[in-house]
């Protein structure tokens, strides 16, 4: 079993940054990959990124190439979700997910996620 407990999110005005946190416990992480999702009201749930616990490789959403960045501490098995240059379009529930058998090609697929935090809630006003 995993738990996840995110972290990190707030009301900030457009242009801002936030960094969003993820800390994992339950099980070790060396085959794990990490995703941030985030919905919207009224919106499906969609892909922001996602991480390879092990190598470290990352994957982005179009809307946020070059503006977040996922990471990870290894040590502490937390992951992380920097925002910068946030947009009121960037408003919405954040949600971290894990799972250990996810293949490449179904990391933006949140139903191929065993494990998910509770969400923590990001506004972004103009």
């Known amino acids: 079993q995993v738990q996840l407990m995110e972290s990190g999110g707030g009301s900030v005005r457009a242009g801002d940054s936030l960094t969003l946190s993820c800390a994992a416990s339950?099980?070790?992480?060396?085959?794990?990959?990490m995703g941030w999702f985030r919905q919207a009201p009224g919106k499906e749930r969609e892909f922001v990124a996602a991480?390879?616990?092990?190598?470290?490789?990352?994957y982005y959403a179009d809307s946020v190439k070059g503006r977040f960045t996922i990471s990870r501490d290894s040590a502490k098995t937390t992951a992380y979700l920097q925002m910068n240059s946030l947009k009121p379009e960037d408003t919405a529930v954040y949600y971290c997910?894990?799972?250990?058998?996810?293949?490449?090609?179904?990391?933006?697929?949140?139903?191929?996620?065993?494990?998910w935090g509770q969400g923590t809630r990001v506004t972004v006003s103009s």
């Open positions: 991480l390879r616990w092990s190598g470290g490789h990352t």
């Open positions: 339950g099980r070790a992480f060396g085959r794990y990959a």
């Open positions: 997910a894990a799972d250990t058998t996810i293949i490449t090609s179904q990391l933006t697929n949140p139903g191929a996620y065993d494990y």
